[in-house]
């Protein structure tokens, strides 16, 4: 929690704590992301994965649920957390939920996010579940994803049940509220999850150009 | 001379030489990014939010230092808050200078979330994000994602007409 203000210089006019309503007429450009109790768009579309083999969302759906985490290579906001995403996501495929690593970034705008690189990480990270690519991006955009990482956890029957964060600090060792690891376990309990949506600042996908499809 | 290759290496910036940014740098949570919007004194306050490691925040920030000179006489504040860790405060003040960022800018403190929130709840946290604010500090836009000079410019005009 960055909480300290040690590098504030006292002389600053200090701002007014006033409260300032704000949003009634703001016009806003946000995507519209996946609802909670919502189901998964593009099931059935299939995605090239780091081992050579294609897989779609309904191949990757476990019996007790499924994860699903936008994430890429580049991002230093993923790198911060890619070492909890493999072993959430490698504790949930032995607990019986699905996983799929989901990579919507165009590699011609970042390199490091190429199938090569995305082989390597997930090699280097030990995943034990699908890294694969969503070549037009469009899965991305059916979810509402924005940026990496972004999680969502769907629950035995489909239904989104958490949408969010991996959890509330950068630094693994400062975590509060591991969001994640708590809606898996209670996902694969058959349990409701308690926390359902939570943000984080995360890198903006880098969206290919829109699919003629 | 060794002392300037260094400075640009480590901050990779492209001009400017050593340039630091010597205007202050404040840690500043949401209702307080909101309180700055509606102080008086401007007709507008657009407020980025960015970082060093984001590619699409750098390419944009040229574009909105150039419309918060050209448009401060017309009324027009302009803040950067950075989302940068603590530790990388040195990069984000060469990144300032080298950019020509003389007023004072700011580091999100206190809890992302609520910091996200608070701004704006249909912000998903992605970034760059900007918020243009009217003068009595009210939200008049917001959007996700790197924007040009003409978007910017718009918002700051419909800020200004919402008055």
């Known amino acids: 929690m960055r909480t300290n203000r040690r590098f504030a210089p006292l002389w600053v006019v200090p701002v007014t704590l006033a409260a300032v309503a704000g949003t009634s007429f703001a016009q806003t450009d946000a995507p519209a992301v ?4 919502a ?3 593009m099931r059935e579309t299939r995605m090239m994965g780091v081992d050579g083999k294609e897989i779609t969302l309904a191949d990757a759906a476990g019996k007790k649920g499924t994860l699903v985490v936008f994430m890429c290579n580049h991002c230093p906001w993923v790198k911060a957390w890619q070492g909890r995403i493999a072993k959430v996501g490698n504790a949930a495929v032995l607990k019986g939920v699905g996983v799929v690593a989901v990579n919507s970034n165009d590699p011609a705008a970042y390199p490091e996010d190429d199938m090569a690189h995305m082989k390597d990480r997930a090699k280097d990270l ?4 699908p890294y694969v690519v969503d070549a037009t991006s469009d899965l991305a955009r059916a979810f509402g994803a924005t ?3 972004e999680i969502f956890l769907f629950d035995a029957k489909g239904k989104l049940v958490y949408h969010g964060a991996v959890d509330d600090n950068k630094d693994e060792r400062s975590v509060q509220r591991p969001w994640l690891m708590q809606a ?3 996902v694969a309990a058959g349990k409701p999850v308690a926390t359902a949506e939570t943000k984080s600042f995360g890198c903006g996908i880098k969206f290919r ?5 | 001379m060794l002392g300037c290759l260094a400075c640009l290496s480590a901050a990779a910036l492209t001009f400017a030489g050593c340039a630091v940014h010597r205007a202050p740098l404040v840690a500043i949570s949401a209702p307080e990014v909101q309180a700055l919007a509606a102080r008086p004194g401007a007709r507008a306050t657009l407020v980025n939010v960015w970082a060093t490691w984001c590619p699409p925040c750098r390419e944009e920030f040229p574009a909105l230092v150039r419309v918060g000179e050209k448009r401060r006489g017309q009324g027009l504040r302009l803040v950067f ?17 080298a950019r020509g960022v003389a007023d004072t800018a700011y580091i999100v403190t206190g809890d992302p979330m609520v910091f996200i929130n608070t701004l704006n709840p249909r912000w998903t946290g992605a970034l760059p994000a900007t918020f243009v ?3 009595r500090g009210e939200l008049a836009s917001f959007w996700e994602g790197a924007a040009d000079e003409n978007r910017f410019n718009q918002s700051v005009d419909q800020a200004i007409a919402t008055r």
């Open chain 1, 34 to 37: 996946l609802a909670i109790g």
């Open chain 1, 147 to 149: 940026h990496t990482p």
């Open chain 1, 39 to 41: 189901t998964a768009p």
């Open chain 1, 209 to 213: 150009g829109k699919s003629e499809s």
């Open chain 2, 133 to 135: 604010y009217n003068g």
């Open chain 1, 126 to 129: 030990g995943f034990k579940f």
């Open chain 1, 184 to 186: 898996v376990s209670s």
């Open chain 2, 81 to 97: 808050i950075s989302v940068d860790p603590e530790d990388q405060l040195a990069v984000v003040r060469k990144f300032l200078a």
